[in-house]
């Protein structure tokens, strides 16, 4: 199909999409439709996926088919898979998966594939020897503490692992920092002792300008025998080496994103804080959604299905928001997670051919804790004027220690998930009335499992991956985060000569803050 007749196509597809948006029944009636449940609720590899609660119709969803079929979503994503140089303005591969298949020399090449399997060994045999709570390959070296250095990708997955499945066993106490506060620095230092002190520093360019700062503060902190309990995870280690000797640092790609990068060595503080057996089940998980993700066709594929349902959404609906609420406090940090994987990979308005998106991308991402949102996000939801869809995840699995805790969440999310298909009417009193018709979808995961936890993580990554294809941009680059990590370090070492780089706004805050 030549570019004229595709673009033709792709007119009449989105025409016909519009038309079906605004035929739709309202979402109560909807929801009586008899094969309604078999046609929007997807159960794979322990997640279950429910859309019923969706103006989708089923003329909708074979539009949404035809669309994916269109945009070629399964050529797309082999040619993933085949490390096809989907990352354009950086000229690179993206191959996240090689990083938790059983064989990476499936998806890389020989010599490559050696050496992801390497690191991968050895990042777990550091994690374990530090879930032990001793240095790598030293059982008389005791730790108490290990403090993790890394922003962005570099912390935010480590991090959620660390909420969502810790390791009851695990010995040290685990701080983690990204922000250069000294307030922050402070409180974990004061928890912390300097002598039995490890420190982990996960950047990718070992040039980030908050990370390094931490870094320098800890070495400080630490003392002359810094070097013997430092150690990081770089692509970088020349850069690293001033500060890490070179035994103590572990690989990373130039084909893996931060926000790709919790499977890979970037992952260590992960590691240790679930335990390495619980990481390599993670790994496992994660492995099958990636061979579902290529194997299953358009109207089975999970990933590919999330991403239509979100494109209806904020492309056929124009709505501008996102919700992504947990009823499990276990998942209290996967929306902030998942708010940099999604804001940073979309967050694009030039496609890869160079010409601009022709529709909005990126709805903003906002979430947390379902419970504490109904008191305070969930009233904008309810009754503001600028109404968006909303996910809402829980935890299936009868194995809380508290049943009736866990029940109580199940009913609050169910209760709110109703309230906001119908609304309530007040007749004689307008300002109680809620209109209801806010699209919501629901997640339950069988069990949290290490397992179930990867497969839904990387079908989440593979969303992404398919929704910038729909929108003709690259999920895998961030242009946008480096020039402000640029500004950030000339005005750390700015000189008279660089002044002419700061505009009259940006010097009068420097004399406010009597730089």
């Not at 322990?46 to 609660?53: E, H, K, S, V």
């Not at 000339?490 to 700061?502: A, K, V």
Request: include cysteine.
């Amino acid at each position: 199909m030549n570019q004229h007749t595709h673009s033709a196509h792709s007119s009449l597809l989105s025409q016909l999409l519009q038309e079906c948006n605004k035929q739709s029944a309202n979402i109560a009636q909807l929801l009586t439709v008899p094969a309604r449940n078999q046609q929007l609720i997807h159960h794979y590899l322990g997640l279950r996926f429910d859309a019923t609660r969706t103006n989708i119709t089923s003329h909708g969803q074979k539009l949404l088919t035809q669309l994916a079929q269109e945009r070629t979503l399964p050529q797309a994503v082999k040619a993933l898979f085949n490390g096809v140089l989907v990352n354009q303005s950086e000229q690179r591969p993206a191959l996240h998966m090689a990083l938790r298949a059983d064989d990476p020399a499936a998806l890389l090449a020989s010599d490559e594939a050696r050496a992801v399997q390497a690191a991968r060994d050895t990042m777990l045999d550091w994690a374990g020897d530090f879930n032990a709570g001793h240095l790598p390959g030293r059982t008389e070296r005791r730790i108490t503490d290990i403090i993790h250095i890394g922003i962005g990708g570099s912390d935010l997955g480590s991090r959620m692992l660390a909420k969502a499945l810790p390791d009851r066993g695990c010995k040290p106490r685990l701080h983690f920092i990204s922000a250069p506060d000294p307030y922050l620095w402070q409180h974990i230092v004061q928890q912390a002792q300097a002598d039995t002190t490890a420190v982990i520093i996960t950047t990718k360019s070992f040039g980030t300008p908050e990370t390094l700062a931490l870094a320098e503060v800890a070495r400080d902190w630490i003392g002359d025998h810094y070097r013997d309990r430092f150690f990081a995870v770089t692509a970088a280690p020349q850069a690293a080496s001033p500060l890490v000797p070179t035994e103590h640092i572990l690989p990373m790609w130039d084909w893996i994103g931060g926000r790709f990068s919790v499977w890979s060595c970037a992952g260590i503080m992960g590691a240790i804080a679930i335990g390495p057996e619980a990481f390599r089940q993670l790994l496992a998980g994660a492995a099958a959604m990636d061979q579902h993700f290529l194997q299953q066709d358009v109207g089975e594929n999970l990933p590919i299905l999330m991403a239509l349902y979100d494109y209806w959404h904020h492309s056929v609906q124009n709505y501008p928001v996102r919700g992504v609420f947990v009823y499990d406090q276990r998942l209290q940090l996967v929306p902030d997670w998942l708010r940099q994987l999604e804001m940073e990979s979309l967050g694009k308005k030039i496609q890869q051919d160079g010409t601009p998106v022709g529709q909005a991308t990126a709805p903003m991402l906002v979430g947390g804790s379902g419970p504490d949102a109904q008191h305070s996000i969930f009233q904008a939801l309810h009754q503001g004027t600028r109404p968006w869809p909303a996910e809402m995840i829980t935890v299936a699995a009868h194995d809380a220690p508290q049943e009736k805790l866990q029940r109580l969440q199940w009913a609050s999310m169910l209760a709110q998930a109703q309230a906001l298909t119908h609304g309530v009417a007040y007749p004689d009193h307008p300002e109680r009335q809620l209109p209801g018709q806010r699209p919501v979808l629901t997640w339950a995961l069988d069990d949290l499992q290490a397992s179930t936890l990867g497969s839904w993580l990387a079908a989440y990554e593979h969303k992404v991956y398919a929704l910038a294809c729909l929108w003709g941009i690259n999920a895998f680059d961030q242009w946008g985060v480096e020039e402000g990590k640029r500004l950030t370090r000339l005005l750390m070492h700015s000189t008279e000569q660089q002044e002419d780089t700061f505009d009259a706004s940006t010097k009068a805050w420097l004399d406010v803050l009597k730089w």
